[in-house]
């Protein structure tokens, strides 16, 4: 019902600033929660920062004060803008979509960003 699309990954120098974008098609977008995930080589995937269909929003301790997840629905997009970045956060980074009636999620194919000089 979703397909999900993301872009902007890179590579970029410690303390250097990337926006990754999410593009959202299907139905119903609206009332989906969504997420950013990670995973590192040899490493579990991790929620990043999740933001609710209301707004509200969470992020894990490694990355508070540097990432920050939006959403636009009038566009179906959602992106991350990540700041401050460091070498920790080279990881292949995952949008997610969440219907919270069903708990039915979606994921898209990845970008990779490499913080690294």
């Known amino acids: 019902q979703v397909e999900l699309v993301e872009s902007g990954g890179e590579l970029v120098q410690p303390g250097g600033s990337l926006r990754l974008s999410c593009a959202a098609s299907?139905?119903?977008?609206?009332?989906?929660?969504v997420g950013w995930y990670r995973q590192a080589p040899g490493k579990q995937r991790e929620l990043v920062a999740a933001?609710?269909?209301?707004?509200?929003?969470n992020s894990a301790d490694s990355v508070k004060g540097r990432f920050t997840i939006s959403r636009d629905n009038a566009k179906n997009m959602v992106y991350l803008q990540m700041n401050s970045l460091k070498p920790e956060d080279t990881a292949v980074y995952y949008c997610?979509?969440?219907?919270?009636?069903?708990?039915?999620?979606?994921w898209g194919q990845g970008t990779q960003v490499t913080v690294s000089s």
């Open positions: 997610n979509a969440k219907n919270p009636r069903t708990g039915r999620g979606y």
């Open positions: 933001m609710t269909s209301g707004g509200s929003t």
């Open positions: 299907g139905s119903l977008f609206s009332i989906y929660s």
